[in-house]
């Protein structure tokens, strides 16, 4: 079975500070991991897919199959950073399996 | 194009009454999937839909729930003889055409659904 846990439920930092969002996951075959942005009052939409292996908004994530993450990084948050962030995993089936997400908090 | 849209925005039914909530996908998606998050918790997958097809259903509920993608017109997802528990946000999701590797899923706005 696949899971996804993000393990913080808030995590708040001041403006300029790293910022670190954990998700570890389990799956069986060869993953494809996603991170999912929910800002205020506006739909759920994709940040960034670790195939891409490309920087979104200044935020970067490595997948790592010995420990099996993929956390979402950003070295200097900004205020406008603040939202809801979900991890995610997709299977062969199309089907993506979220952790519970994280929610942000860039304080000035 | 106009995004995944998502109607009602908000619903509200009595213990007992159905819910139907419908989902337009992104013009050219044939893909539609549909999530549920239940109060304090991540989204979680529901079913998988083509045109006329049922192609994934692993995470309905086996009873009182069902959805469908007719050749013509919305996605539905419906739910009969609604209980306090069923009370939610109905995500809704398309995507286009599978091309091999996964395809990006846009999402709407959701259904918010309160069960009185």
């Known amino acids: 079975a696949q899971r996804v846990t993000q393990p913080e439920k808030l995590l708040s930092v001041f403006k300029g500070a790293p910022v670190e969002l954990k998700c570890n996951y389990s799956?069986?075959?060869?993953?494809?991991l996603f991170w999912y942005v929910q800002y205020s009052r506006q739909r759920l939409q994709l940040l960034l897919r670790?195939?891409s292996r490309e920087s979104i908004k200044g935020f970067t994530a490595d997948l790592n199959k010995g420990e099996t993450s993929f956390h979402l990084k950003k070295p200097f948050a900004q205020e406008e950073d603040s939202a809801m962030y979900y991890c995610?995993?997709?299977?062969?089936?199309?089907?993506?399996?979220f952790g519970g997400g994280t929610r942000l908090m860039v304080k000035p | 194009n106009a995004g995944v849209m998502q109607n009602p925005r908000h619903l509200v039914r009595r213990r007992g009454q159905e819910a139907r909530l419908r989902c337009s996908p992104m013009?050219?998606?044939?893909?539609v999937y549909w999530y549920r998050q239940l109060p304090e918790e991540g989204l979680k997958f529901m079913v998988y839909?083509?045109?006329?097809?049922?192609?994934?259903e692993s995470g309905m509920p086996k009873e009182r729930f069902s959805a469908e993608f007719p050749k013509e017109g919305p996605s539905i997802l419906r739910i009969q003889q609604v209980v306090r528990g069923d009370s939610a946000a109905y995500f809704c999701?398309?995507?286009?055409?599978?091309?091999?590797?996964?395809?990006?899923?846009?999402f709407g706005p959701g259904t918010r659904l309160t069960v009185l």
């Open positions: 995610a995993l997709g299977n062969a089936g199309n089907m993506l399996t």
């Open positions: 013009k050219g998606h044939s893909h």
């Open positions: 799956y069986s075959g060869s993953p494809e």
């Open positions: 839909l083509q045109k006329e097809n049922i192609i994934d």
């Open positions: 999701a398309s995507s286009p055409p599978a091309g091999g590797n996964y395809n990006e899923q846009f």
């Open positions: 670790h195939i």
